[in-house]
């Protein structure tokens, strides 16, 4: 069924101010099969737990460790050529400017905060100036990074996940001189959000002529590289205390504008080498996930969610006029076949609607697609979320 865009672009505005104004709990059903206007006008209130639970956030704080999808302003003070502090990144943003953000407006953890209850979090470079409050949490993000230190490289600095995770270790002094004793039931509470592996693939294993890993590695053995190392990095974290992790797997690359593009790809179709890549990563991903919550140490006190954006991603991209989308194999902002051989340029005009477009650039999905991401986590099923969504963790 057909929806016009005046009545989708009400309801995308309408939600992200209900998500402003609101810290409360949204039951989504059978979003798979409804449009986006039906998903935001028929979310229900359900009944607060108790008389507070409307003034609290539902975690004390959100940690933030990803790319490019999730990066909220610090690669602005990198030598980096992966920046997007420049219009029209931010057209659709709070004061229509550009922020870092990659996307035209929001980031998937941008609206998990809002639906969280949580205020907006800082970038970690921000609060290297001091001022800052971190005890809501902070976001170590950075475009172009990886699981892997030479990940990116090319494209100049950024904050691979070993950095980020070193990062904290600045943000955790400065929170144990603020709240002392109370930090270890702190970050047992807080929730931690990874979204990493992208650029492992778009930005090494799939430019051979940058990258020498896929002469190294078949797919399967480059897969169980990066959850080693991935790994590795996340006990890490949990070492210093985090309790509550969700780990986002790897979307279906092989449908990006920049690989349409690359390689060609007939309308309609993706790149489905890269996707069966993706897949490889996020089945491991998932199996870390499950090993991690019945393991004797880390199954005692924790707990893992996988969050299956790969899955999300891909109904939306089969199901696109359920969701209220026209557009799914082109960026709104780009240039050349797909509009993914160069990505949104400075002051490049954008689409006109963009709500009705998956993809925002060549390789970033637009704020109308990260919302629908952002309620699936929140309180999908356990297809969307596994073992279980972040509402249910939230009351662990």
Known sequence: MYHSHESLQFSLEKSISNLKDMRLSFTVQSLAFVPLFVVVVHAVVIAAEDENSLEEAMFPAMFVFGDSLVDNGNNNRLNSLARSNYLPYGIDFDGGQPTGRFSNGKTIVDFIGELLGLPDIPAFMETMDGGVDVLRGVNYASAAGGILEETGRHLGERFSMRRQVENFDKTLMEISRGIGSSVTEYMAKSLVVVSLGNNDYINNYLKPSLFLTSSIYNPTSF?????????????????????????????????????????????????????????????????????????????????????????????????????????????????????????????????????????????????????????????????????????????L
């Open 223 to 395: 897969a169980d590289l990066l959850v080693s190392n991935f790994t590795s990095n996340l006990l890490e974290l949990y070492d210093k205390g985090f309790r509550k992790f969700v780990l986002a797997g790897v979307g279906p690359l092989g449908c990006i504008p920049d690989q349409l593009a690359a390689r060609a790809v007939p309308p309609g179709e993706c790149v489905e080498s890269v996707n069966e890549m993706a897949e490889l990563f996020n089945n491991r991903l998932k199996s870390l996930v499950d090993r991690l919550n019945s393991d004797n140490k880390t199954g005692r006190d924790a707990i893992f969610v996988y969050g299956n954006t790969y899955g999300a991603a891909v109904d939306i991209l089969t199901n696109p006029i359920d969701y209220g989308f026209e557009v799914t194999d082109r960026g709104c902002c780009g240039v050349g076949r797909n509009g993914g051989e160069i990505t949104c340029l400075p002051l490049a005009v954008p689409c006109a609607f963009r709500d009705r477009h998956v993809f925002w650039d060549a390789f970033h999905p637009t704020q109308a697609f990260n919302l629908i991401i952002a309620l699936r986590a929140f309180n999908g099923s356990k297809s969307d979320c596994y073992p279980i969504n972040l509402l249910q963790m939230s009351r």
